[in-house]
């Protein structure tokens, strides 16, 4: 069963290892897609440290200030 990706990241908060590598598999073709652009040699250290930034990004995360689609309008018209 598939779970959606806010009770994956909820899972991978909380220590759940297989959560994370779930999210990290379902980013791993746009991951996989932007390392391309990088030289052949650099790829793969790319793709760690992409794959790392969005573990640590899941970690971090504050959960309690999820914006409904309002806010979510106004933090993006504002940029």
Do not use: W
Request: one cysteine or more; glycine letters at 4%; hydrophobic letters at 35%.
């Amino acid at each position: 069963m598939t779970q959606d990706l806010y009770h994956l990241v909820q899972h991978a908060k909380s220590g759940n290892r297989e959560a994370m590598g779930t999210i990290i598999q379902r980013f791993e073709p746009s991951i996989k897609k932007v390392c391309r652009q990088a030289a052949m040699n650099e790829q793969y250290d790319l793709q760690q440290y992409v794959s790392e930034k969005i573990i640590r990004a899941i970690l971090h995360y504050d959960m309690g200030t999820i914006p409904d689609f309002n806010q979510f309008v106004e933090s993006v018209s504002d940029r």
